[in-house]
């Protein structure tokens, strides 16, 4: 649907913050009874520009991906970096950080008619951007630039 804000209304990944990325990565293979993923450590060489509440962070977090077959399962650990994922854990505990949505070549102009909604961007890296609407959905939406 062209028609919404997001241009989209298919989600493609649900994130979780954890503690332990290798404990939930690997419990959560063992539920599904497939191979545990690799574990990787994102913007370890500092390729990416990240930049959290305005101000430029080395945005490095701690991930597992599981392809389901809807979507994406992300597993985040977060590392000592500021960020909205250590900023959630902090706070909140393990759970629910974001849904993402695909925003192929529309990221930024999407975050800007969600800004325009009321949703502000709080972090953006080269290919992903997170606005805070937690106050009215209770997660975090992420725009994905990706296929």
Request: aromatic share 8%; glycine share 6%; with cysteine.
């Amino acid at each position: 649907m062209e028609n919404t804000i997001l241009g989209t209304t298919l989600i493609c990944q649900v994130a979780v913050i954890v503690r332990d990325v290798e404990k939930a990565t690997r419990r959560f293979a063992e539920l599904l009874g497939v191979p545990v993923p690799n574990i990787i450590m994102a913007n370890e060489d500092g390729s990416d520009t990240v930049s959290y509440m305005g101000q430029p962070t080395k945005g490095r977090v701690r991930l597992s991906f599981f392809h389901m077959e809807n979507l994406v399962l992300e597993f985040i650990e977060p590392t000592e970096d500021p960020t909205t994922w250590k900023e959630f854990l902090d706070i909140k505990g393990p759970g629910v950080h974001h849904i993402a949505f695909k925003a192929k070549n529309r990221m930024l102009e999407t975050a800007a008619k969600l800004e325009q909604f009321g949703y502000s961007l709080i972090q953006n890296g080269d290919k992903y951007a997170y606005v805070e609407s937690t106050e009215d959905l209770g997660v975090i939406l992420e725009l994905l630039d990706i296929d």
